[in-house]
């Protein structure tokens, strides 16, 4: 994936909670080619709250698979959150 222009990216997402459906349902495997396209080639690339969001998740769902367990500690998941946001850029 191509680092987006974090300057030009919208800070707020106005489709958040439909965005963070979609993200899930990629991440899941069951989104469309189609979606996860325009996901993941268009909406990604200018707004920072998905983009932020999609490394998030995936950073916390590759922790999920490493630990073989479906919850983590809320203390290991913010800490994700902090170096993930961290790492890009903000
Ligand atoms: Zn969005």
Do not use: W
Not at 48 to 60: G, K, P, S
Not at 73 to 88: A, C, M, R, Y
């Amino acid at each position: 994936m191509n680092m987006p222009d974090m300057n030009k990216m919208k800070q707020d997402c106005p489709n958040k909670q439909e965005c963070l459906q979609l993200l899930q349902s990629i991440l899941d495997g069951e989104a469309t080619a189609a979606q996860k396209e325009t996901f993941m080639k268009q909406h990604l690339q200018e707004c920072m709250t998905c983009y932020q969001n999609y490394h998030l998740e995936v950073a916390i769902r590759g922790l999920l698979k490493q630990k073989c367990s479906n919850e983590a500690p809320e203390e290991l998941i913010n800490s994700i959150k902090e170096k993930v946001i961290k790492n890009l850029g903000q």
